[in-house]
């Protein structure tokens, strides 16, 4: 068979929905900005989830106190770290999106990431999303992918680098750009397609 015949697989979106409809969607950002683009770009994903009748519930690091990682088990003097974790343990579908900060991951995301542990991330279905003041590179969504696997996670292969983000939004807060924003449909859409496939094939443990 030739590649030009190659058929799309269908997708019962029906079925996907109903499935998804009981999954819990969690989105964490990297920025600690007041005014971040980051959180900007994390709104328009929650729009989009909404599109859809879904839930996206956002961690806001700029209303959370939590501590450098030491290695602990425990933070008894950080309340919100058990928070974190309790809502990343709940999660079945989780999109990380970070500033890029010197051609890489921002360390407010990362020592999130390095507060939680396999019981919080393995088995999750990732969406990545890197938000950039330059030209839109994969430095960032690169870094988080190896994270993601090293975790036992599975990034879908889709993702979004929102290239000079300081100009990529109208003043009501939307994607400039019609082939970013249909791109970042198609994302929210393969992200809860794999979050609903894979929660529905979870076998009980034995």
Known sequence: MSPSTLQAP?????AVMAEASGACFVAIGGSLRPNSLTYQALEVVRREFERLRLLLHILDLRQMKLP??????SYPDYPDVEVLRATMKRADGII??????????????????????FEHLEG?????????????????????RLIVRWVHGWA???????GRAWSAFDEQGNLKDENLRQRLQRFVQSLVT???????????AP
């Open 68 to 73: 450098f990682a030491d290695g602990s088990e």
């Open 10 to 14: 269908t997708v019962d979106w029906q």
């Open 96 to 117: 990380l999106a970070s500033p890029e900060y010197h051609g890489g991951i921002s360390g407010s995301l990362k020592n999130a990431l390095d507060l939680l542990s």
């Open 124 to 144: 999750k279905v990732f969406g990545l999303i890197s938000v950039l003041g330059g030209e839109s590179n994969s430095n960032t969504l690169n870094q988080m």
């Open 156 to 162: 879908i292969p889709e993702q979004i680098a929102i």
């Open 194 to 204: 794999n979050t609903s496939k894979l929660r529905g094939s979870r076998l009980p």
